[in-house]
């Protein structure tokens, strides 16, 4: 089965002041975490994003179709642009996401439109593999100005795969990068 690496990094990164995927982590563009990490499991890789900036990875860009819709509109605008129906879906700012957690929901995934990973209890829907039939209802969510993924996932009947069990999987994995505090927590 193909699947398309979908990595967003259109976000404004209002808490952040700057571009998240574009700031350094150990020596390292938080991007290129997640572009190492798809790329370890064979994806094509995609970005949403409106910053022409992302272009110097060699990866095709695209920009919001409809702009400041934020993460409901990365993903509609993933599903527009994509070549393939199944579609794992990340955010730029989750640096430590691991090839053993993306094949573990990628496997979970194999009968679902939608499926999202939750650790200990904490959904993360930007962890989650989409699939392009569903890009109507996230118009529609669009089209209302409803903004929350989790309503239009919860439409969908998305599948919450745990991970929890899984002991590779630590919770470090989902951690995301929003405020210069956190940057600086998880330097080494």
């Known amino acids: 089965m193909r699947i398309t690496g979908v990595i967003l990094a259109g976000g404004k990164s209002s808490r952040m002041g700057t571009d998240k995927g574009l700031l350094e982590l150990n020596g390292q563009l938080l991007i290129q975490y997640a572009i190492d990490t798809l790329k370890s499991i064979g994806l094509e890789i995609i970005i949403i994003s409106n910053n022409s900036d992302y272009e110097q990875f060699g990866f095709p860009v695209y920009p919001d179709i409809i702009p400041d819709k934020g993460p409901i509109g990365g993903v509609y605008t993933a599903l527009s642009y994509s070549s393939t129906e199944k579609n794992l879906i990340v955010s730029c700012d989750t640096p430590f996401l691991s090839k053993k957690l993306l094949n573990y929901l990628i496997d979970a995934a194999k009968n679902s439109s939608i499926a999202i990973a939750e650790f200990e209890g904490r959904e993360h829907p930007l962890i ?23 309503n239009a996932n919860k439409a969908l009947n998305a599948d919450v795969v745990s991970l929890t069990m899984h002991p590779e999987v630590k919770s470090i994995m989902f951690s995301n990068l929003n405020t210069t505090e956190e940057f600086k927590r998880l330097e080494l």
Do not use: C, M, V
Request: no cysteine.
């Open 128 to 150: 989650g593999i989409y699939s392009k039939h569903s890009r109507d209802t996230f118009k529609l969510y669009l089209d209302r100005n409803d903004l929350k993924l989790q």
